[in-house]
């Protein structure tokens, strides 16, 4: 069964600060990788998606990378700002019809 | 992008009643759908996946007879809590895939529960 982990629970760093958050899955064969941002009491925002084939994508100041072999994917957020503040979660995708989350990191990024 | 609704938003209501919840994909044929639930400071779990015209699966330990989903279009599926209960209070997500939009799945902003 895949079973996704998200370390830090909880991060806060200074504005302008670079950051990594990390993801990782017990089982390589995964179809997709997708990073995700959640903010208090609403839905989710797609940030990134990660097909199988590819190492990383890139969004603004947003980049993914995913190493299947180890299990693991990060999403790495240059000079972060307080708007960026939120949870973030990262899914894996089994096949293409599931997905599994991870618990997320809840990022604050103070002024 | 793909677009999934979801109604309504919020919804409050007592115990021992049952509250609808609607999901519907705006722009492209839905032929799966997805449910989940989300704990306050959890995560998402999944608690079904439907497929257009057939029976909803359910994941383990999420009762069938309590949670009804139906997926009767291509374009929506609803999610039925029965009898409702204060520990059904949750936010619920829903989710859509279908081939026109690849193998991604598009999310619903969300309907907050709320069980007095």
């Known amino acids: 069964k895949q079973e996704v982990t998200q370390i830090p629970a909880a991060l806060s760093v200074p504005e302008g600060e670079n950051l990594v958050l990390n993801c990782s899955f017990t089982?390589?064969?995964?179809?997709?990788l997708q990073w995700f941002r959640q903010d208090p009491g609403k839905g989710l925002t797609s940030l990134l998606l990660?097909?199988?084939?590819?190492r990383e994508q890139t969004s603004g100041r947003l980049n993914a990378s995913l190493d299947k072999s180890s299990g693991r994917s990060t999403l790495y957020i240059a000079a972060s700002q307080p708007g960026d503040s939120a949870t973030y979660l990262c899914a894996v995708y089994p096949n293409n019809n599931d997905m599994r989350f991870g618990a997320g990191t809840r990022l604050t990024v103070k002024p | 992008g793909a677009v999934v609704s979801q109604h309504p938003s919020r919804v409050i209501c007592k115990s021992g009643t049952s509250v609808k919840i609607e999901c519907r994909s705006l722009?492209?044929?839905?032929?799966?759908m997805f449910w989940y639930r989300q704990f306050p400071k959890k995560s998402l779990m999944l608690m079904a996946t439907?497929?257009?015209?057939?029976?909803?699966?359910?994941e383990q330990g999420v009762e069938k007879d309590k949670f009804l989903i139906n997926h009767a279009s291509l374009t929506l599926s609803t999610l039925t809590v029965t009898s409702a209960h204060p520990e059904d209070s949750s936010f619920y997500i829903c989710s859509a895939s279908g081939f026109s939009v690849g193998d991604e799945q598009y999310f619903g902003p969300g309907t907050r529960l709320t069980v007095t």
């Open positions: 722009d492209f044929q839905a032929t799966t």
């Open positions: 439907s497929n257009e015209g057939s029976k909803a699966t359910y």
């Open positions: 990660i097909q199988s084939s590819q």
């Open positions: 089982d390589s064969a995964i179809y997709n």
